[in-house]
Protein backbone atom coordinates (compact mmCIF):
# COMPACT_ATOMS: atom_id res chain seq x y z
CA UNK A 1 0.00 0.00 0.00
CA UNK A 2 3.20 2.57 0.83
CA UNK A 3 4.80 1.41 -2.50
CA UNK A 4 1.15 2.07 -4.22
CA UNK A 5 1.02 5.52 -2.59
CA UNK A 6 4.79 6.80 -3.40
CA UNK A 7 4.42 5.72 -6.91
CA UNK A 8 0.89 8.17 -6.71
CA UNK A 9 2.61 10.95 -5.19
CA UNK A 10 5.75 10.55 -7.57
CA UNK A 11 3.47 10.36 -11.00
CA UNK A 12 1.61 13.88 -9.57
CA UNK A 13 4.41 15.28 -8.98
CA UNK A 14 6.09 14.86 -12.52
CA UNK A 15 3.11 15.63 -14.07
CA UNK A 16 2.57 18.92 -12.08
CA UNK A 17 6.37 19.48 -13.03
CA UNK A 18 5.36 19.30 -16.35
CA UNK A 19 2.18 21.28 -16.69
CA UNK A 20 4.60 24.00 -14.91
CA UNK A 21 7.21 23.75 -17.29
CA UNK A 22 5.16 23.82 -20.34
CA UNK A 23 3.54 27.21 -19.12
CA UNK A 24 6.84 28.62 -18.80
CA UNK A 25 7.98 27.57 -22.25
CA UNK A 26 4.54 29.13 -23.63
CA UNK A 27 4.85 31.99 -21.57
CA UNK A 28 8.75 32.54 -22.55
CA UNK A 29 7.57 31.99 -26.58
CA UNK A 30 4.88 34.50 -26.33
CA UNK A 31 7.16 37.07 -24.49
CA UNK A 32 9.90 36.39 -27.37
CA UNK A 33 6.74 37.27 -30.22
CA UNK A 34 5.50 39.75 -28.54
CA UNK A 35 9.18 41.51 -27.80
CA UNK A 36 9.79 40.62 -31.80
CA UNK A 37 6.70 42.43 -32.94
CA UNK A 38 7.40 45.32 -30.43
CA UNK A 39 11.19 45.83 -31.83
CA UNK A 40 9.83 46.18 -35.27
CA UNK A 41 7.19 48.81 -34.57
CA UNK A 42 9.73 51.07 -32.83
CA UNK A 43 12.07 50.32 -35.27
CA UNK A 44 9.71 51.86 -38.07
CA UNK A 45 8.73 54.56 -35.18
CA UNK A 46 12.64 56.22 -35.30
CA UNK A 47 12.98 55.33 -39.39
CA UNK A 48 9.82 57.72 -39.57
CA UNK A 49 11.15 60.19 -37.60
CA UNK A 50 14.60 60.09 -39.47
CA UNK A 51 12.67 60.45 -42.39
CA UNK A 52 10.88 63.69 -41.48
CA UNK A 53 13.94 65.04 -40.93
CA UNK A 54 16.01 64.10 -44.14
CA UNK A 55 12.65 65.16 -45.86
CA UNK A 56 12.89 68.63 -44.53
CA UNK A 57 16.70 68.72 -44.81
CA UNK A 58 16.22 67.87 -48.76
CA UNK A 59 13.73 70.63 -49.10
CA UNK A 60 15.97 73.42 -47.69
CA UNK A 61 18.76 72.21 -49.80
CA UNK A 62 16.31 71.72 -52.99
CA UNK A 63 16.75 74.90 -55.32
CA UNK A 64 13.05 75.13 -56.67
CA UNK A 65 13.93 78.15 -59.17
CA UNK A 66 17.17 76.35 -60.73
CA UNK A 67 15.25 73.02 -61.39
CA UNK A 68 11.77 74.43 -61.93
CA UNK A 69 10.32 71.58 -59.34
CA UNK A 70 10.27 70.49 -55.82
CA UNK A 71 10.86 67.33 -53.62
CA UNK A 72 7.72 65.71 -54.09
CA UNK A 73 8.61 61.95 -53.12
CA UNK A 74 11.44 59.73 -51.83
CA UNK A 75 11.89 55.98 -51.38
CA UNK A 76 14.08 54.18 -49.82
CA UNK A 77 14.93 50.35 -48.66
CA UNK A 78 16.23 49.55 -45.14
CA UNK A 79 18.08 46.23 -44.73
CA UNK A 80 18.85 43.40 -47.13
CA UNK A 81 15.95 42.32 -48.18
CA UNK A 82 12.33 44.44 -47.11
CA UNK A 83 10.36 42.05 -49.92
CA UNK A 84 11.50 38.91 -48.31
CA UNK A 85 11.00 40.55 -44.62
CA UNK A 86 14.25 41.11 -43.73
CA UNK A 87 14.51 45.50 -43.75
CA UNK A 88 12.03 48.03 -43.91
CA UNK A 89 10.65 50.13 -47.15
CA UNK A 90 10.39 53.83 -46.53
CA UNK A 91 7.76 56.12 -49.16
CA UNK A 92 8.01 59.73 -48.36
CA UNK A 93 5.41 61.95 -49.77
CA UNK A 94 5.63 65.99 -49.80
CA UNK A 95 2.86 68.45 -50.08
CA UNK A 96 3.43 72.77 -49.89
CA UNK A 97 1.39 75.25 -48.51
CA UNK A 98 2.23 78.44 -49.30
CA UNK A 99 2.40 81.82 -50.76
CA UNK A 100 2.17 81.72 -54.86
CA UNK A 101 5.91 83.12 -54.77
CA UNK A 102 7.52 79.84 -53.12
CA UNK A 103 4.89 77.06 -54.25
CA UNK A 104 4.65 77.81 -58.03
CA UNK A 105 6.58 75.45 -59.31
CA UNK A 106 5.64 72.59 -57.43
CA UNK A 107 2.96 70.36 -58.56
CA UNK A 108 1.85 69.09 -54.96
CA UNK A 109 0.27 72.77 -53.36
CA UNK A 110 -1.97 74.32 -51.39
CA UNK A 111 -1.70 77.97 -52.17
CA UNK A 112 -2.45 80.35 -49.47
CA UNK A 113 -4.98 83.46 -49.64
CA UNK A 114 -3.61 84.95 -47.45
CA UNK A 115 -1.71 88.13 -49.09
CA UNK A 116 -0.64 89.72 -46.04
CA UNK A 117 1.53 86.60 -45.01
CA UNK A 118 4.21 86.62 -47.32
CA UNK A 119 6.90 84.70 -45.87
CA UNK A 120 4.33 81.29 -45.77
CA UNK A 121 5.78 78.01 -46.54
CA UNK A 122 5.09 75.20 -44.86
CA UNK A 123 5.18 71.08 -46.01
CA UNK A 124 2.60 68.38 -45.06
CA UNK A 125 4.94 65.36 -44.92
CA UNK A 126 3.53 61.87 -44.81
CA UNK A 127 6.07 59.33 -44.21
CA UNK A 128 4.86 55.42 -44.31
CA UNK A 129 7.40 52.89 -43.16
CA UNK A 130 6.36 49.12 -44.30
CA UNK A 131 7.75 45.93 -43.19
CA UNK A 132 6.56 42.40 -42.58
CA UNK A 133 6.22 39.87 -39.33
CA UNK A 134 9.67 38.87 -38.52
CA UNK A 135 7.73 35.63 -37.46
CA UNK A 136 5.50 34.81 -40.07
CA UNK A 137 6.26 31.47 -41.58
CA UNK A 138 5.94 32.42 -45.62
CA UNK A 139 7.82 36.17 -45.31
CA UNK A 140 7.46 36.66 -49.27
CA UNK A 141 4.01 36.28 -49.13
CA UNK A 142 2.76 38.16 -46.12
CA UNK A 143 1.50 41.36 -45.56
CA UNK A 144 2.97 44.70 -45.01
CA UNK A 145 2.85 46.11 -41.72
CA UNK A 146 2.92 50.31 -42.15
CA UNK A 147 3.77 52.92 -40.16
CA UNK A 148 2.44 56.56 -40.89
CA UNK A 149 3.47 59.54 -39.63
CA UNK A 150 2.02 63.05 -41.19
CA UNK A 151 3.97 66.04 -39.78
CA UNK A 152 3.33 69.76 -41.41
CA UNK A 153 6.83 71.31 -41.24
CA UNK A 154 7.66 75.23 -41.67
CA UNK A 155 10.50 75.56 -44.18
Known sequence: MKKGFSLLVAIFTILLLSLVAAYIFYTSATVNKVGTLQYQKEQAMLLARSYTEYAVLAIQGHDREATNNCVEEIKANIGDDPLNG?????????NYIGNEKYVKNC?????????????????????????????????????????????????
Not at 86 to 94: F, N
Not at 123 to 142: E, F, G, R, T
Open 86 to 94: LGYRVIVKI
Open 107 to 155: SNTIVSLDNNSEDTFMAIIDVYVQYKNLLHPNKASALWITYHKRSLQKI
